[in-house]
């Protein structure tokens, strides 16, 4: 995992579903600021809002974003109060009603960490510029 971290002009917080369209344009502008291609901004937007609509559905108190470029990827960090993720999963059958979301964030992204931070959990994906 990358050691460098974002300065705070590179994140911002939410704390309810009415966040996650702001969480959206956030992501699409920062990536497409850092030189992310179109198609991967829209790879990039859908595994934080998979990410940050898991945050809101099983964690209380929301969560942090950031984003920023390092050595040939965009790395974005989601934080949240939440334990550990199940990565690693199989892809739910199509009529699951629910779990896809971590599934789809790791098809998407070239890579998916995650981690323990003081009061909760960091997820980081990467996606090659």
Same mark, same amino acid.
């Given at each position: 995992m990358p050691d460098q971290q974002p300065t705070d002009t590179d994140g911002m917080s939410y704390t309810e579903p009415d966040d996650l369209r702001r969480v959206r344009t956030f992501v699409t502008e920062r990536a497409r600021e850092l030189g992310l291609p179109p198609a991967r901004i829209d790879l990039l937007t859908l595994a934080v809002s998979e990410l940050t609509t898991n945050t809101l559905q099983h964690t209380g108190?929301?969560?942090?974003? &950031?984003?920023?470029?390092?050595?040939?990827?965009?790395?974005?960090? *989601?934080?949240?109060?939440?334990?550990? &993720?199940?990565?690693?999963?199989?892809?739910?059958?199509?009529?699951?009603? &629910?779990?896809?979301?971590?599934?789809? *964030?790791?098809?998407?992204?070239?890579? *998916?960490?995650?981690?323990? *931070?003081?009061?909760?959990t960091l997820v980081r994906i990467c996606l090659h510029l």
């Open positions: 108190g929301g969560g942090h974003i &950031r984003v920023w470029a390092e050595d040939g990827q965009l790395i974005c960090d *989601v934080v949240d109060g939440g334990g550990p &993720r199940p990565f690693g999963r199989p892809m739910p059958a199509a009529e699951a009603i &629910r779990g896809r979301g971590l599934a789809i *964030v790791e098809r998407v992204c070239d890579s *998916v960490y995650t981690t323990d *931070v003081p009061g909760g």
